[in-house]
Nanobody, 125 residues
């Protein structure tokens, strides 16, 4: 059973920084496509960034240059470093991963089948 547990959310002022963490467990395949997604109140879930098994990444235009994804494979941990935060970044942030053997890594939530419980990020102006 794949489990993903996020942490690191909180409340910050605009311009501030946060680092989210996602600890993964329970899968027997290595380095799958993983990603961060977010959902703001009244809005649909949107992709923030994904990282493929070869380390390639795709970022949403809205976060390019401000957010960085990284991973510590030895500790099965995925990170999202968020800088220059804006009020519009306020959302619940989720990490997710795909099924074993899925060959692609799109910035599209529909192909991700394992999800964490989410962590709230609130940015005040």
């Amino acid at each position: 059973q794949v489990q993903l547990v996020e942490s690191g959310g909180g409340s910050v002022q605009a311009g501030g920084s946060l680092r989210l963490s996602c600890i993964a467990s329970g899968y027997t395949y290595s380095s799958p496509c993983m990603g961060w997604f977010r959902q703001a109140p009244g809005k649909e879930r949107e992709g923030v960034v994904v990282i493929d098994s070869d380390g390639s990444t795709k970022y949403a235009d809205s976060v390019k240059g401000r957010f960085t994804i990284s991973q510590d494979n030895a500790n099965n941990t995925l990170y999202l470093h968020m800088n220059s935060l804006k009020p519009e970044d306020t959302a619940i942030y989720y990490c997710a991963t795909v099924r074993r053997g899925y060959p692609f890594c799109p910035l599209f939530s529909g192909v991700f089948i394992y999800w964490g419980q989410g962590t709230q990020v609130t940015v005040s102006s």
